[in-house]
């Protein structure tokens, strides 16, 4: 280390708030990538020393260079390396020798490039690690701190004349989207405290930098861009940090798709795979998840300094019907429910005048453009049982009338409720109003429904179940993955199979004892779904019966799926039950094991309706499951149904949920059908599979 080298930062501050910051690979050409970031430290007025490091010149933009970090006479918090990729290792050795703490990695050319790029991003790692620098990147675009008018990015955005600085940190998986970020949200007048483009993720990832910020006194909220979920450990854990100090996390991600579905072999895992097990993660962790893009930064200010709710209820509040009701519309649209004026709130407003219907909106007309009638109508939601949000909509006034249409609002106390306020006319004057008083506005209505949605739904992170392992045994590829191995791990779970034999072939003496009917299905590891193969064969009624099903499902296998592996036949009695139920497990590959209820039988994955958390779970939390499941209202007891044994359900689930402590070669297992009976009866399996890693 240089002689003249100082006690590091901690690593926070070499983050967001270095001291002294070295450019390696910085240009003397202002228009160049690598000469950016000098250009806008300059412009942006970084208060903290900047030292250009360029082998080939003795000077950058007017500043004294430097050959190598070496030779910097005094210590660097934060490097930003910008170098050909080849020459990122040595330069990351220098970091090392001389005590840098942090080192964000423009470069490309790294693990996104195939495997000389992996080999050579190992070597950055081995060599940071060692020498006890923390990496951001590589192919990151950067590190923005508008709340200290730090600017390490070549982000085209910078050249605006100002940023503007706020209380939202983001970390994003794309370097774009920080300059989208701060453009639109600039417009609004919404600024961020630290923004992180993570790149490769080769160290500081995702999940250690949210910790950063939930312990950062300039931040308030955490929004994130994430493409997908690196390593879910760190960030949940960060999240529920993050929630301990009262700094809700908001997430934007990429994946709705169906695409990662083809991955899955069983219905469960079909169904459950990708987005909804992104769902149940966020959930658990208590992160907020947004649909659109500006949600980002609109939606901070409806939860900042608040707790998650309990209910789902919403009144509008508004003196321009159509307006309001392409918010209402929306809302319930997304399955909030819409409250109308309460009695005693008509009764209010007629004292002052105003006569409202008992529609699902609180519609005051155009006589409620007067400010106290607006705002006593808005208050008296506030303060209200009714509702645990409310959207106040502005007409035409918030164009023409900034100063007086949207006063109510920016006076009115939320209270313990989310208050949002939608703008239907271009109206950035009243935008703004909104912004600088704290409270959340919208230009779309799709916008303002999703942020309220976001927030009625937020729930604080999920108590993590103290959930003893199963005894189940070994688990091993020619023990468990057909349909007599998984019976035997799932009937030691305590879930009741139905009884059955194995032949082995045609010719097999058929038991005398068998309860008729029966099922007979072929048994192999290779064949997860029988009935698309010709595999299965109900309701056969006697021995002679049982014979004919054998030879016929083994030429209808052999011709379908001619490489399948036969491991015999399965003879098994026909069950009864009310009603047939999925219960599913699967290693996600971005959130980890989740278990899974939903409706059952051969259409599962048309229905596609489950529920789906992480795994495992409690039987309270099953039971929770089973209830969000539409499909099992008749369970319920819908509309007179005979009502089924849902506590045994729940604990089946339950018990399922804990092959995510069994044994981690379970990528995915299933029983499907789970046939539940009456009350007290109990229930009983009839098919599953287990598929290891």
Known sequence: MSSFAKPAQNLADALFRPRTVALVGASDDLNKNTGRPQRYLAKHGFAGSVVPVNARRDRVQGLPAHADLASVPRSVDHAFVMVPAPAVPGVIRQCAETGVAVATIYSDGFAESGADGVARQREIVDIAAAGGVRLIGPNAMGVISPANRLTLSVNAVLEMEQLVAGRIGVVSQSGTILGTLISRGAARGIGFSHMVSVGNECD?????????????????????????IRDAEALGDAARRAYGAGKP??????????AGRQLAVSHSGAIAGGDRSVDAYFRHHGILRVDMLESLFEVPALVAGRRPGSGRRVSVVTTTGGGAATVADRLGALGLDL?????A???KLSGLGVEIGGGPLVDLTMAGTRKEVYAAALQSLLAGDDCDAVVAVVGSSGQFHPELAVAPIVEADPGGKFLAAFIAPEAPDSLRRLTDAGKACFRTP???ADAVLAALTWRPPVEIAAVEPPVIGALSGENVTDERGASAVFAALGIEQAGSVVLTNAGDPVPVDLAYPVAVKVLSPDIAHKADVGGIRLGVTDADGVRLAVAEIGVAVGEAAPEARINGYLVQTMETGLQEVLVGFRRDPEVGPVAVVGVGGALAEIYEDVAVRLAPVDAAMAREMIDEVK???PLRG???????ELDALARAVAAFSTLALADPAVAEAEINPLLVRGEG????????LIRLA
């Open 339 to 343: 409250v109308g004026p309460s009695e």
């Open 631 to 633: 499909g099992l209202a």
């Open 638 to 644: 819908y509309r007179g149904l005979p009502k089924g």
């Open 249 to 258: 996390v908001i997430a934007y991600k990429l994946g709705r798709s169906a």
């Open 204 to 228: 500081l990832g995702v999940g250690e930098i949210v910790g950063l910020m939930a312990d950062d006194p300039e931040t308030d909220v955490i929004a994130l861009f994430l493409e997908g």
């Open 681 to 688: 009866e109990g229930l009983v399996a009839v098919d599953g």
């Open 345 to 347: 709130l008509r009764h």
């Open 446 to 448: 799709e916008a303002c």
